[in-house]
């Protein structure tokens, strides 16, 4: 089944320690985002790819990192994980063009850092 | 820069009763797309329905449909028939017609379904 996945669902880490968020989509979709869910539950883009090779930032400042080496994969670093990372993060996906079907979204990863 | 605006941050509605959820947004673009999208309790994000800005007949998607105002720039969600699946947040979300395919969310609006 076409599904896009997130690993791991919840992580707790501590202060300065690297961590990655993987996320993963089987549906060939060219354009992937993340996006960061704060406590009051609003959304904040913070990067997006339009493609292999292709990375921006987005409206939503952050420390973290992404890589787009394959189409199927778009995992997010944070070298120094701080407790102002903690935060859910979302990474979603979509076709060409997604006015059609909006985005495809994983489950999540909730991240604490203590 | 678009924003969109839920002004309501929590509504409740009988199982079986009809709710309506509220979104305005701002943006001088004149084509657009919006979005609301359904977030269960700790599950997924799904896409409820979608309206294209240029179509004056608003959307229907079985017990959801929408009320576009564009002049008002206005775009609730109506849901009919309320289950107890239906509690989640919503959030209303704004993409631009070309170009940029980056979606604007607003705060959400928590949705719960009392029996």
């Known amino acids: 089944e076409a599904d896009i996945y997130q690993t791991p669902r919840y992580l707790v880490i501590g202060t300065g320690k690297k961590i990655t968020l993987e996320c993963s989509q089987t549906m060939g979709h060219d354009k992937m985002y993340w996006y960061q869910q704060d406590p009051g539950m609003e959304l904040h883009l913070i990067h997006y790819s339009y493609g292999v090779n292709s990375t921006e930032k987005g409206d939503l400042s952050s420390e973290s990192t992404v890589s787009r080496i394959r189409t199927e994969h778009f995992p997010l670093t944070l070298e120094s994980a701080r407790p102002s990372h903690t935060s859910q993060y979302l990474c979603?996906?979509?076709?060409?063009?997604?006015?059609?079907?909006?985005?495809?979204f994983g489950s999540g990863t909730r991240l604490t850092v203590v | 820069a678009q924003t969109v605006t839920q002004s309501q941050p929590e509504m409740s509605v009988q199982e079986a009763e009809t709710v309506t959820l509220s979104c305005t947004y701002d943006?001088?673009?004149?084509?657009?797309?919006l979005f609301w999208y359904k977030q269960p309790p700790s599950r997924q994000m799904i896409l409820v329905i979608r309206?294209?800005?240029?179509?004056?007949q608003n959307a229907t998607e079985n017990r959801f449909s929408v009320n576009f105002q564009k002049a008002a720039k206005s775009f609730s969600l109506k849901i009919s028939d309320s289950q107890l699946g239906d509690t989640a947040m919503y959030f209303c979300a704004f993409m631009k017609g070309a170009g940029s395919y980056q979606l604007t969310f607003g705060k959400g609006t928590k949705l719960s379904v009392i029996p």
């Open positions: 979603a996906s979509s076709d060409s063009p997604p006015t059609i079907y909006g985005y495809t």
């Open positions: 309206q294209e800005a240029y179509k004056q």
């Open positions: 943006t001088s673009e004149n084509n657009y797309y």
